[in-house]
């Protein structure tokens, strides 16, 4: 089992940029497919990023080119850059762990507690 803690939040301008961070313990992150969902109020959670174990990383349509995905096997972390932010970016954004391509939260099986951002116009 993994525990997943996020940090990074907070709020920007839109045009700004924030730095996401998912520390994994328990279990170290390589041992992992590993995603970025998000959650707006009043709106289903959905995804952002992912990658895979062996490096591979897919994106939403609505973030492709603005957000990078990464992952430090040795310090056990992924992160989420976020660069030319939005306001319709503005939601708690989620780190999630499974054992296939996370591109649904039907798959992930792991979950952290979130990270607030806020983009203001």
């Known amino acids: 089992q993994v525990q997943l803690v996020e940090s990074g939040g907070g709020l920007v301008q839109a045009g700004g940029s924030l730095r996401l961070s998912c520390a994994a313990s328990?279990?170290?992150?390589?041992?992992?497919?590993m995603g970025w969902f998000r959650q707006a109020p009043g709106k289903e959670r959905e995804f952002v990023a992912a990658?895979?174990?062996?490096?591979?990383?897919t994106y939403a349509d609505s973030v492709k080119g603005r957000f990078t995905i990464s992952r430090d096997n040795a310090e056990s972390t992924v992160c989420l850059q976020m660069n030319s932010l939005k306001p319709e970016d503005t939601a708690v954004y989620y780190c999630?762990?499974?054992?296939?391509?996370?591109?649904?939260?039907?798959?992930?099986?792991?979950w952290g507690k979130g990270t607030l951002v806020t983009v203001s116009s």
């Open positions: 990658i895979n174990l062996s490096g591979g990383r």
């Open positions: 999630a762990a499974g054992f296939v391509v996370v591109t649904t939260t039907r798959v992930a099986r792991y």
């Open positions: 328990g279990r170290t992150v390589s041992s992992y497919a």
